[in-house]
């Protein structure tokens, strides 16, 4: 995480428990997260009894369509590309990289395409790649097509690192250059 960094944009946020967790480690920090409706009243009590409704906005709205805003450290994106298609995902990460300032990250975390270190993290990884193409009609993406896209986005550098906690999930960073 960059240093001084203060907010973040959480793009499909969900339960907004990624966004409490961070505010928790990062005093200094507030996130704006943008989701459904739905998940978005599903976060509500959760967020109240907290400490942190005033460091955690949330927005019902749609990250396809909605502006996000500009000036953001952090652009988190954890496990959401994989429900979307190519194309929206393209327009996201440009999306993304068009929220943040420069020397801004990109932070995506999936479960990309391709083996994973351990036996039942790959087993994991191959019955949620079935569900996301029964379910979603989706796939997951690799890490290629990742790169691809951040590449794509406008003066963005890449990285990849692998979770040390969860086997077989991959953290891919985008910094947004000067
Ligand atoms: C698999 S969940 C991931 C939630 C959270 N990021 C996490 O890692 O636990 C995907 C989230 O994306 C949200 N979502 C799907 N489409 C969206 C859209 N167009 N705009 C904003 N949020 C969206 C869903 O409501 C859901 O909360």
């Known amino acids: 995480m960059p240093n001084g960094a203060r907010g973040s944009l959480a793009v499909g946020g969900g339960h907004a428990r990624w966004a409490m967790a961070f505010c928790r480690r990062r005093p200094k920090c507030s996130v704006t997260v943008v989701n459904s409706s739905q998940a978005v009243r599903a976060a509500e009590r959760p967020l109240a009894s907290t400490n942190l ?55 995506f975390v999936e479960r990309l395409a391709g083996r994973a270190p351990l036996p039942t993290a790959n087993a994991t990884k191959v019955l949620l790649s079935a569900s996301y193409f029964h379910l979603l009609g989706k796939h997951n993406w690799d890490y290629q097509a990742v ?3 951040l590449l794509a986005a406008e003066r963005v550098k890449v990285r990849r690192t692998n979770s040390p906690l969860l086997p077989g999930t991959s953290i891919t960073l985008g910094t947004r250059r000067a």
Not at 71 to 91: E, K, M, R, T
């Open 53 to 107: 409704s005033g460091r955690i906005t949330q927005h019902a709205g749609n990250s396809l369509a909605d502006d996000p805003g500009t000036g953001y450290d952090l652009a988190l994106l954890f496990s959401v590309i994989h429900g979307f298609s190519d194309a929206q995902n393209q327009a996201l990460i440009k999306r993304g990289a068009q929220a943040l300032i420069p020397g801004g990250l990109l932070v």
């Open 147 to 149: 790169r691809t896209g």
